[in-house]
């Protein structure tokens, strides 16, 4: 069009006569008409391949979760404050807030030994009630029952995800809130495993500050032999052993979280609790009225860039 228009001046030799009688516009060449054919052409092909498709995530619907607490000494620690377990009771409570009625919850303590326990139900009221009463004693000194603890978890989950009125539930997930060390035995992932149950795991605690604060850690009431035996035993394991979290997670299918902050924990509880789902948008008589009007202002954009 600009070749053609340079051409004419050959056919009229008085140009300037007729620039001012006619008038003169210049054509211009413009990337947006570019950018609104594009547009258009990408528009035209959505519709066709109806691939409109939005990534929408959600609380997991259909899912029966086990909230499984770590309560033994080191969970004593103030890097949270006011400790480890304060602060992850805290975000718990705000987590079952979260999670809605609709979902079955059970919750777990353990230290050496299970504390406490609920399975899993829609009465979340027990759930809080139990986290509640949760402590640590700096009596409970020795190697912590993380094994009796997911298997205990697992057959919750299955006599309550397996029931006759439980037929909609078809996830079974673990969320392990732990700072220790200890692992689990071959027979209980394996179990895991075969029963598709998922296990998130969330490493709790700066463990670069473990040592520091350790030092600093009341031992107020216990008896001086027993606080002898708790620091040869527990400072040996203060280091978070995270790679075998992520082992364990990784083979169930779940995810490990290595937590630093307070504010972590509740990011990693909820996106272990999250779902991803993909909506196919039937949107085509939008999509094609946005082609019109787009077409429509092409149109526009041509006329008064004097391509018309």
């Known amino acids: 069009m600009v070749l053609n228009r340079k051409k004419r001046v050959t056919y009229f030799g008085n140009f300037e006569t007729l620039k001012k009688v006619h008038g003169f516009r210049r054509f211009y060449i413009s990337p947006w008409i570019l950018y609104i054919k594009i547009i258009i052409i990408s528009l035209i092909f959505l519709t066709a391949t109806e691939s409109i498709v939005v990534k929408k995530h959600q609380i997991a619907k259909d899912t029966g979760f086990m909230l499984v607490m770590d309560s033994s000494p080191s969970m004593s620690m103030p890097d949270y404050s006011p400790t480890r377990l304060s602060a992850a009771k805290e975000i718990t409570h705000q987590w079952i807030d979260l999670i809605g009625n609709n979902t079955l919850i059970g919750f777990l303590s353990y230290s050496n030994f299970i504390k406490s326990s609920v399975a899993p139900s829609h009465d979340h009221e027990a759930v809080t009630s139990e986290l509640d009463k949760v402590e640590v004693s700096m009596s409970e000194v020795g190697a912590s029952s993380i094994n009796t603890a997911i298997d205990q978890s697992i057959s919750y989950l299955m006599e309550a995800t397996d029931g006759p009125d439980n037929e909609t539930v078809k996830e079974k997930v673990i969320i392990l809130l732990t ?122 954009a041509y006329s008064q860039l004097g391509a018309i």
């Open 179 to 300: 700072d220790g060390l200890d692992q689990l035995s071959n027979d209980t992932l394996a179990r895991a495993i075969t029963n598709d149950v998922r296990i998130h795991t969330i490493g709790i605690g700066d463990t670069s500050k473990t040592s520091l604060l350790f030092e600093n850690l009341s031992m107020e009431g216990v008896d001086e032999e027993l606080a002898k035996h708790f620091k040869s035993d527990f400072v040996s394991s203060l280091e978070m052993n995270f790679t075998y979290l992520e082992e364990v997670a990784d083979m169930t299918g779940g995810k490990a979280y290595l937590i630093s902050s307070k504010e972590g924990i509740m990011k990693a509880m909820s996106q272990a609790s999250l779902e991803e789902i993909y909506i196919q948008l039937n949107t085509h008589y939008y999509v094609l009225l946005l082609v019109i009007l787009m077409s429509i202002l092409e149109l526009v």
